[in-house]
C-alpha cells in the first residue's frame, strides 16, 4: 500500500504483507470476516435444500455467490498463515492463526451442504445443467465434482466406512509412523558414535566421504531390521484392505483410484510406465559414468546421490534474483517481468532467521489476490533452483488470476509443472552463460540426478507397489517377498553399474508413501516427465510454444490436465509425447558423458 514499506521490505528481504492487512487488529480484516459470515448465512437460507430444483442461471448465480464467500473467507487465513510462516514462535500470531483456521473451517461446515447436494442431483439433470451455455465456464469443475458418484456406495455404508477407518486405515499408519519416527541412527561422525535423527542420516548420503555414507546406510538398516515383522504386516494389512474397498467400489484395478483422483486415465499412466521402464538403461549408463567418475570398482547404494563433481559454487541473492530474472526472461519478457514484480514488490521473504519456518513454498490465495513466495536463501546453488522453481509456481499463480476462485487451482498433475519448467530454464541459462566445464558438469550431474530420482526411481516403485499389491491379492506375503520383488525392480531400473547387497533388500519398508497412499509415486514421474516433454517442444518449435504455454498457465484449473495440454498439441496416451520426456534425460547425459572424456 504504502511506497515506504515496499522499499524497506525489498532491502530487507521481507514481505510487504500490509497489502492484505496492516495487522491483526487491522479493521479491514474483522470486516472481511463478518461479510464471509453473513454471506454465508445469506446462502445457507438462500439454497439449502433447493440446489437440485435450480436451473441453469440460478445455478450459475449460486455458484458465483458459492466463490465469492469462499475467497473472503480465505483472506484472513491466507494472511494469518503467511504471518505465522515466518514468526512460528510468537505466540500472539500462533493465537491469530489458530483463531483464522477455526473460522475458516466454521464456515466451509455451512458451506458443505452445497458441494452434498450437488452429487445427489439425479444423473439426466445433471448432465443436462453441466452441459448448458450457461454453466460453461464451470464444467470442469461440476465433472469433477461427480467425479466418483459411479463408485460411491450407499450413504450408511460410506459413513461406516468413514467411522472404521479411524480403527483400522488410519490405525496401521499411524503404527507405521509411531514405528518409525521413533528410530535413532547411531553413526561414528568424526571419530565420535552419534545418535542421528532419520533427517540427519538422510543427509549424510550426499556427503563426501564415502565411508561415512557406507555408516549412514548400514546404521538406517539396522534400524529397521529389528521392526522387520512388524512393517511387514502393516504393508500386508493395508494392501488387502485397499483391495477390499476397490473390489466394494467397483474398481476394475487397484490403481484406478489414484489416476482417477487426479483426472486423467489409466491408459494414460501406462503409456508414461511402460515408456519410462522402456528407458533405465539411461539410469544404467548414468550410474557407470559415475562409477567411472568416483573411481570405484564396487560402487552401490551408498555412492548413488554421492556429490561426485565437486562442490558448488555459491552465489549472493543478488546474483541470484539476477539469474533466475535473466532466466524467465529467456524464456519469454513477460515471465521475465512478473518475476521481477516479485522481486522488487516485497513479495518474497528471503532469508532464513529465527522463528521462520524451513524450506520453501509459494502460496497462492484466491484471486484477485496475488500469491506470496517464501525461500530460506543461503547462497548454495541449489537455492537458486529454490528461487527459479517457486517463482515459476508465483508466475502460474499470477498468470491464471483472470480465472474464477473455483477455476483457479490446476489439479494436482500439473502442480509442479510450472516450477520444474522454470528450473529448466534456469539450467539452460546458466549452461549458456558459462564456459566452465566443471560447473557445466555440476549442472547436468544436477538435472540428470533430479530426473533420475523424480521420474525413473518413482517408476520403479510403482512397478514394486503392483506387484507387492499383487502378491498380497495371493496370499499373505512375507518380507522376504517383499524384497524379492525390490530387488529385482531395483536391477531392472539401476542395471549392472550398481552393485546391490543384501542389506538393501528392504528399503521398499522406508518409503512412507506406500503407507500414507496408495501408488502416489507415479504422480512425480508424471510430472517430471511431462515438463520434460515440453522443454523438448519449446526446444522444436520456439515462440509458438512460449505463447501457447503461457495460455496453459492462464487456463488455471479451468479444464482437465489433458484438455490444457490438447492445446499444445499433446497427446497424453501417446507413447511419443513421454518419449520426448526421456530424450531430454538423454541428451543431457551424453552432454555429461562428452564432458567427462
Ligand atoms: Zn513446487
Redesign the pocket.
Known amino acids: 500500500m504504502v511506497d515506504g514499506g515496499v522499499a524497506e521490505a525489498v532491502s530487507q528481504g521481507t514481505w510487504n504483507l500490509s497489502e492484505l492487512y496492516g495487522g491483526f487488529d487491522d479493521p479491514r480484516l474483522a470486516a472481511d470476516q463478518q461479510r464471509a459470515r453473513d454471506g454465508a448465512s445469506a446462502f445457507v437460507s438462500r439454497y439449502r435444500g433447493r440446489i437440485g430444483a435450480l436451473d441453469a442461471s440460478e445455478f450459475l448465480a449460486a455458484l458465483r455467490e458459492f466463490e465469492a464467500i469462499t475467497a473472503l473467507t480465505g483472506k484472513p487465513g491466507h494472511y494469518a498463515s503467511l504471518r505465522f510462516s515466518v514468526s512460528t514462535d510468537v505466540p500472539e500470531v500462533q493465537a491469530a492463526y489458530a483463531q483464522a483456521q477455526a473460522f475458516e473451517a466454521e464456515i466451509n461446515q455451512e458451506l458443505a451442504f452445497f458441494t452434498v447436494e450437488l452429487s445427489s442431483i439425479p444423473l439426466q439433470q445433471f448432465e443436462a445443467l453441466a452441459d448448458s451455455q450457461e454453466l460453461r465456464p464451470y464444467r470442469h469443475y461440476l465433472h469433477f465434482q461427480r467425479m466418483f458418484t459411479d463408485y460411491t456406495l450407499a450413504e450408511d455404508v460410506e459413513r461406516t466406512i468413514l467411522r472404521m477407518q479411524v480403527t483400522g486405515r488410519d490405525a496401521w499408519v499411524n503404527l507405521y509412523t509411531q514405528v518409525t519416527s521413533s528410530l535413532e541412527f547411531e553413526v561414528e561422525v568424526a571419530g565420535q558414535l552419534r545418535v542421528l535423527t532419520s533427517s540427519e542420516v538422510r543427509a549424510l548420503a550426499t556427503d563426501v566421504d564415502r565411508s561415512l555414507r557406507d555408516r549412514a546406510l548400514q546404521a538406517t538398516v539396522e534400524a529397521y531390521e529389528p521392526h522387520t515383522p512388524v512393517l511387514t504386516h502393516v504393508f500386508n494389512t493395508l494392501f488387502e484392505e485397499h483391495r477390499s474397498e476397490m473390489t466394494e467400489r467397483g474398481y476394475d484395478d487397484v490403481m484406478d483410484y489414484t489416476v482417477l483422483k487426479d483426472d486423467l486415465a489409466p491408459d494414460i499412466v501406462d503409456a508414461l510406465l511402460d515408456v519410462t521402464t522402456g528407458h533405465m538403461p539411461i539410469v544404467h549408463r548414468y550410474h557407470a559414468l559415475r562409477k567411472r567418475v568416483l573411481g570405484l570398482d564396487d560402487y552401490g547404494m551408498q555412492d548413488v546421490r554421492a556429490p561426485a563433481f565437486g562442490e558448488e559454487p555459491q552465489v549472493s541473492w543478488e546474483r541470484a534474483s539476477e539469474l533466475v530474472v535473466e532466466a524467465f526472461t529467456g524464456f519469454s519478457p513477460e515471465a521475465g517481468d512478473i518475476a521481477t514484480r516479485f522481486l522488487t514488490q516485497g513479495w518474497v521473504d528471503v532469508f532464513p532467521r529465527k522463528g521462520k519456518r524451513g524450506g520453501a513454498f509459494?502460496a497462492p490465495g484466491y484471486p484477485p489476490e496475488h500469491p506470496w513466495v517464501m525461500v530460506n536463501f543461503t547462497g548454495k546453488t541449489d537455492n537458486v533452483f529454490t528461487l527459479a522453481?517457486?517463482l515459476g509456481?508465483a508466475l502460474h499463480f499470477t498468470l491464471a488470476l483472470e480465472q474464477s476462485p473455483l477455476n483457479y487451482w490446476t489439479g494436482l498433475p500439473l502442480?509442479?509443472t510450472a516450477?520444474v519448467f522454470a528450473e529448466l530454464w534456469l539450467h539452460e541459462h546458466l549452461m549458456s552463460v558459462s564456459d566452465d566445464p566443471k560447473l557445466q558438469r555440476q549442472l547436468l550431474d544436477r538435472q540428470i540426478q533430479g530426473a533420475v530420482g523424480t521420474a525413473f526411481n518413482q517408476v520403479a516403485y510403482i512397478h514394486w507397489e503392483r506387484r507387492a499389491h499383487a502378491a498380497r491379492a495371493e496370499s499373505v506375503a512375507s518380507a522376504g517377498d517383499f524384497g524379492r520383488l525390490w530387488s529385482e525392480e531395483q536391477s531392472r531400473l539401476l542395471g549392472d553399474a550398481v552393485l546391490l547387497q543384501d542389506r538393501d533388500q528392504h528399503r521398499w519398508m522406508r518409503i512412507p508413501h506406500f503407507v500414507f497412499a496408495r501408488f502416489y509415486c507415479y504422480s512425480y514421474a508424471f510430472g517430471k516427465l511431462l515438463t520434460l516433454g515440453l522443454a523438448d517442444l519449446w526446444r522444436e518449435q520456439g515462440a509458438v510454444f512460449v505463447s501457447d504455454y503461457l495460455a496453459l498457465l492462464r487456463a488455471g484449473g479451468s479444464m482437465t490436465p489433458s484438455e490444457l495440454v490438447t492445446e499444445l498439441g499433446i497427446d497424453l496416451s501417446d507413447r511419443e509425447f513421454w518419449e520426448r520426456g526421456c530424450s531430454v534425460v538423454d541428451r543431457y547425459l551424453i552432454q555429461l558423458e562428452e564432458l567427462v572424456d
Open positions: 509459494c522453481h517457486e509456481h502442480a509442479e516450477s
